[in-house]
C-alpha cells in the first residue's frame, strides 16, 4: 500500500463532527430520547465526541453505547480465522429511543445491516438514523447514511483509512491504493 492522499486533518475532523452534531440536534428537534450507539472500534470515539459536542451545544447529556457486530456479519462463515467478540454496551433501553448509529466510513453498507440486526434484538427504536465520518460509495444494499462528515469517491481500488487519537495515536484521514 502506498499513501495516496489525505482527506481529513485534525481540524477537518473535528469541523466535521460539530457540523453533524449540530445536524443531529436540528433534525431531532433537540436531544429528547436521544441516543447514540458507536459501532466498535472507531464509530465508539466518534459517537463519544459528537456527545460531548452535543452537551458543549445543547447543555443535555446524551447516551452513548457500544455495539459489538462480529456475530451479525455476513461473512463469518467465510473468514480464515475466528473473529474476536467483543462487548456490546448499551446501557440504556432502545425502545421508543431515536438512535443516532455511529461508524467512520460507509462502504458497502453491510456493516451497518447487521448493526441494525443487532439495534433490533435490544428492543425496538422509535427511529434509526445513521452518522458516518466518510461515505466512500459503492452501496451493495439500500442503506444510506442521514449524517455525512465528507463524501469521498473511490475506487474499489482504494481503501480508507481513518486514524483517531483515541484508537490509533494520530488524527487524519487517508486514502490508501493498493498495489
Known sequence: MKHKVQILDKEGIRRALT????????????????????????????????????????????????LDITLYRDDLNTRDQQPLVHRTEVPFSVTEKKIVLVDDVIYTGRTIRAALDAIMDLGRPRVIQLAVLIDRGHRELPIRPDYVGKNVPTSRREIVEVCLQETDGEERVLILEKD
Open 19 to 66: 457540523r453533524i452534531a449540530h445536524e443531529i440536534i436540528e433534525r431531532n428537534k433537540g436531544t429528547e430520547d436521544l441516543a447514540l450507539i458507536g459501532i466498535r472500534r472507531r464509530g465508539v470515539p466518534l459517537a463519544e465526541r459528537l456527545a460531548a459536542k452535543i452537551r458543549e451545544i445543547e447543555g443535555s447529556v446524551v447516551p452513548v453505547g457500544t
